[in-house]
C-alpha cells in the first residue's frame, strides 16, 4: 500500500534522525574511554548559570590542537567552580583528534537520553498504528458508483451508518477498491457499482457500513 509504506518509511527516517546524536555520542565516548590521554586545558572563558553550574570555553595544548581551536563544555556546579578558581580544567581527549573529549563534570547527557527515549517511544507507537492501518483497512459499502475527485483525503461521516470516502486509488480489485484517506485506508466492496478511477487517482464514493441496510 502506497500510503502505508510512505508513513512507514517517514517514521523510520525520524527514528534514524532522532537517534543519531546519541549514537554519535556514545561512539565518542566509547572513542574517549579506548583512546584518549588525561589533559588539563586552559580555561578562556565562563558564563554562569546561576547556582547550577555554568559554561565553559577552554584550548587545548598545542600538541594536543595545532589549531587551537575553542571547545565548549556544561559543567555541573562543582566542576564550573573549579574550574573558574584554577583557570583549567581536567579532560579525556584522543590523541589527534581534540574533536572527541570528555570534560570531567560534563553535564547534559542525561537530558539528552530522556529526550531520545522519549521520541524513541512516540515514534514506535506512531509505526506500530501504521502497521496496524496497513494490515487492517476499514471495510465499507459502496452505495453508489465511484467518481473522480480532487487530490485530498477524508473520511466523513454522515450518518450513523453511511460515509463519503475521499483518497487515493491504491489497490484494485475484482468487485472492491482500496482507498487511501489520509489517516487510514479503506477497503469498499463495490456491491455491483462501477469504478472508473485508475490506480493512484483520487476518487470519491458514498458508502454504508457492512452491516446496514441499502
Given at each position: 500500500?502506497?500510503?502505508?509504506?510512505?508513513?512507514?518509511?517517514?517514521v523510520l527516517l525520524l527514528l534514524a534522525v532522532v537517534n543519531l546524536p546519541f549514537l554519535h555520542g556514545a561512539w565518542v565516548d566509547r572513542?574517549?574511554?579506548?583512546?584518549?590521554?588525561?589533559?588539563?586545558?586552559?580555561?578562556?572563558?565562563?558564563?554562569?548559570?546561576?547556582?547550577?553550574?555554568?559554561?565553559?570555553?577552554?584550548?587545548?595544548?598545542?600538541?594536543?590542537?595545532?589549531?587551537?581551536?575553542?571547545?565548549?563544555?556544561?559543567?555541573?556546579?562543582?566542576?564550573?567552580?573549579?574550574?573558574?578558581?584554577?583557570?583549567?580544567?581536567?579532560?579525556?581527549?584522543?590523541?589527534?583528534?581534540?574533536?572527541?573529549?570528555?570534560?570531567?563534570?560534563?553535564?547534559?547527557?542525561?537530558v539528552l537520553v530522556v529526550l531520545t527515549v522519549f521520541a524513541d517511544v512516540v515514534l514506535l507507537i506512531a509505526l506500530v498504528l501504521l502497521?496496524?492501518?496497513?494490515?487492517?483497512?476499514?471495510?465499507?459499502?459502496?452505495?453508489?458508483?465511484?467518481?473522480?475527485?480532487?487530490?485530498?483525503?477524508?473520511?466523513?461521516?454522515?450518518?450513523?451508518?453511511?460515509?463519503?470516502?475521499?483518497?487515493?486509488?491504491?489497490?484494485?480489485?475484482?468487485?472492491?477498491?482500496?482507498?487511501?484517506?489520509?489517516?487510514?485506508?479503506?477497503?469498499?466492496?463495490?456491491?455491483?457499482?462501477?469504478?472508473?478511477?485508475?490506480?493512484?487517482?483520487?476518487?470519491?464514493?458514498?458508502?454504508?457500513?457492512?452491516?446496514s441496510p441499502a
Amino acid at each position: 500500500m502506497k500510503g502505508g509504506r510512505r508513513g512507514v518509511l517517514v517514521v523510520l527516517l525520524l527514528l534514524a534522525v532522532v537517534n543519531l546524536p546519541f549514537l554519535h555520542g556514545a561512539w565518542v565516548d566509547r572513542s574517549v574511554d579506548r583512546d584518549g590521554v588525561d589533559v588539563t586545558a586552559a580555561v578562556t572563558a565562563t558564563r554562569d548559570s546561576g547556582g547550577d553550574g555554568g559554561l565553559v570555553e577552554f584550548r587545548f595544548d598545542q600538541v594536543i590542537d595545532p589549531d587551537q581551536t575553542t571547545w565548549t563544555a556544561a559543567l555541573d556546579e562543582e566542576a564550573f567552580e573549579l574550574a573558574v578558581s584554577d583557570e583549567v580544567v581536567p579532560v579525556r581527549v584522543v590523541p589527534g583528534s581534540p574533536n572527541r573529549y570528555r570534560v570531567v563534570g560534563e553535564q547534559g547527557a542525561g537530558v539528552l537520553v530522556v529526550l531520545t527515549v522519549f521520541a524513541d517511544v512516540v515514534l514506535l507507537i506512531a509505526l506500530v498504528l501504521l502497521a496496524r492501518r496497513r494490515t487492517g483497512p476499514m471495510r465499507l459499502v459502496a452505495i453508489g458508483d465511484v467518481t473522480r475527485a480532487k487530490p485530498g483525503g477524508s473520511l466523513e461521516q454522515l450518518s450513523p451508518t453511511t460515509y463519503l470516502v475521499t483518497g487515493e486509488v491504491v489497490l484494485i480489485e475484482p468487485g472492491a477498491v482500496v482507498l487511501d484517506v489520509g489517516t487510514q485506508q479503506v477497503r469498499v466492496d463495490l456491491a455491483g457499482h462501477e469504478n472508473p478511477v485508475g490506480y493512484e487517482q483520487p476518487a470519491r464514493v458514498m458508502c454504508r457500513l457492512p452491516e446496514s441496510p441499502a
